[in-house]
């Protein structure tokens, strides 16, 4: 199969220019700037200063856009083991929310039951509660 060429044609000069696309690109209308430079003289730091700056903490004096976290505390860990024992309080902190919520839904169960002992709704609860009572 071959690949087509699209050609488009312009007389000039009553001598035909033709367009490619290899080549003979017509000509750009971009746009028009001017010979204002937007620099600051001496704002030019080699990366030697730069990281000598950014070890001392000295900011380049740019804005820094900071995120909001809210009330959640972003850890910051210095050490490998912070991180192992971070991690097994989150752990812990799982495990708790998990129980007080098997707890509150045994209760919400248990009261279920106790309002409709005839309804399907009841027999469900009581399965529930026996699979709760199994996992403990």
Known sequence: MKKTVK?????VNKKPI????????APLKGKKMDN????????????????DNHSRGIPLGVNDQ??????????????????????NQLKEKEAEVNKLIAEEKAKNLEKLKEQKPDT?????????IEKIDDQK
């Open 18 to 25: 033709i367009y490619t696309q290899y080549g003979n690109a």
């Open 66 to 87: 900071k995120g909001e976290y809210f009330d959640t505390p972003i850890p910051v860990f210095t050490d490998l083991t912070d991180i192992m024992e971070y991690k």
């Open 120 to 128: 399907l709704e009841a027999q469900q609860a009581k399965k529930e």
């Open 36 to 51: 204002k430079l937007n620099t600051i003289p001496d704002q030019t730091k080699t990366i030697r200063e730069l990281l």
């Open 7 to 11: 050609k488009t044609t312009k007389v």
